[in-house]
Structure formats: C-alpha cells, structure tokens
C-alpha cells in the first residue's frame, strides 16, 4: 500500500480540549509533514519534522516523531471549531519531493 | 509567496469526452510538479511527477494514456484526462516544488471533476 495509517480515522471533540492524532509509516525517512485539509480544499502544510527531530511545536500544535517506533503525533491544543478538518501526515520514503500520505483523520470540533 | 493555482475549480463532463486541468505556480519556478487523486473521505494518491521538459513518471496502476501530463513550462503543467468515465471523477490536486530540499512542496487548491 502507499499510504501509512492514521488513527483515528475520526475525531470529534468539544472546543477548547486537546487533539491528538497518530500516524504510522512503513519505510525510514528524511522527515515527515503534517496537512491540513479543509472539505474540498487543497492542502495547507503545518510542520515539518527531521528524521533527527523528536519534538516541534508551531502555535497550537506540537508534533513528535519516534523514528524506533516509525510514527509520529499531533497535538492540537485549546482546539477551536475552525480547526474542524482533516489532516495528513506525509513522508519522503518515496524518494526526493515524493511525498507518501497517510489515511487521515477528519477532526470535528464542536462549539 | 509560493502560490500554486488550479484551473478550472470545478468541472463536469460526458463520458467519452477529455478534460484539461491546468496547475500553475504564481510566484516561483517549479522544477517538479506532482498530480494527486482523491476520493471521497480518502487520502490523496500520487498519481504521476512531472518534470519540466521531461516525460512524466506514473506511478504503478496509473495509465499514461488516459492521464496524460506535460509540463511545458517551469510555471505551468497540465493534465488531461482522456476519454474520461463516471470512474474518474475525483478531486485532482497538483503540488509544485521549487527544488530548494527540505521536501517542500506547495499545493494548488483542486479541481473537482464529474464525469456523468
């Protein structure tokens, strides 16, 4: 399969808790990005993480990478209902610029 | 900076007919452009690379002469699907890389297709 897995596949929660979603992969990696997706909408990049990085944190959100284990997590803190989406994780195994997506996860936040 | 558009954002068409989708960079050179399936509530799927005055690489399962690709210009690809059906209808999105590393790739905003 190309694509890593994700979970949860979905989320929903109530504004202002935390969101955490996972994401697996397959093969070793340079680095690994997180998107957003707004319904019907292109992508908007949030992080990026080195294969060499444990930890990031943009804002609201905080990413960690555990290359023993090939997954990583995002963190969204004090969500908002703007933050209703679904968000991928993406790798470089496929080769330079060649990005893998994971399944995603559609995260509701609920006002 | 580093705006990526799409032309048209939402088309729909006969089976039997062809569609072009036009992905452009607005403000940089992309040495490499990527074209992204999408279905309903799934992931994207890379379909093909395309590099600037080259022929494109597909990926396993994807048929060139259906999904045809050319990348005439470093601001500008296109993809054409031929002789589309009801099965191709999808959310397209292209990517452009500007080739500076770091795996930086911009996203243009999709094109809904629907082949009735």
């Known amino acids: 399969s190309q694509q890593g897995e994700e979970d949860p596949q979905a989320l929903s929660i109530q504004e202002g808790e935390n969101a955490t979603m996972n994401c697996s992969y397959k093969?070793?990696?340079?680095?690994l990005q997180w998107y957003r997706q707004n319904s019907g909408r292109g992508l908007v990049h949030l992080i990026l993480?080195?294969?060499?990085?444990r930890e990031k944190h943009s804002g609201r959100l905080r990413v960690t990478l555990d290359t023993s284990k090939k997954s990583s997590s995002l963190l969204i803190t004090a969500s908002r209902a703007a933050d209703t989406a679904s968000y991928f994780c993406?790798?470089?195994?496929?080769?330079?610029?060649?990005?893998?997506f994971g399944a995603g996860t559609r995260l509701a936040v609920h006002p | 900076g580093a705006v990526v558009s799409q032309h048209p954002s939402r088309v729909i068409c006969k089976s039997g007919t062809s569609v072009k989708i036009e992905c452009r960079s607005l403000d940089f050179q992309a040495t490499t452009m990527f074209w992204y399936r999408q279905f309903p509530k799934q992931s994207l799927m890379l379909m093909a690379t395309?590099?600037?005055?080259?022929?494109?690489?597909?990926e396993q399962g994807v048929e060139k002469d259906k999904f045809l690709i050319n990348h005439a210009s470093l601001t500008l690809s296109t993809l054409t699907v031929t002789s589309a059906h009801p099965e191709d209808s999808s959310f397209y999105i292209c990517?452009?890389?500007?080739?500076?590393?770091?795996?930086?790739?911009?996203f243009g905003p999709g094109t809904r297709l629907t082949v009735l």
């Open positions: 993480i080195r294969s060499n990085e």
């Open positions: 093969t070793s990696i340079n680095n």
């Open positions: 990517s452009a890389a500007p080739g500076t590393g770091a795996n930086e790739q911009f």
């Open positions: 395309s590099n600037e005055g080259s022929k494109a690489t597909y």
């Open positions: 993406a790798t470089d195994s496929g080769g330079y610029n060649k990005l893998i």
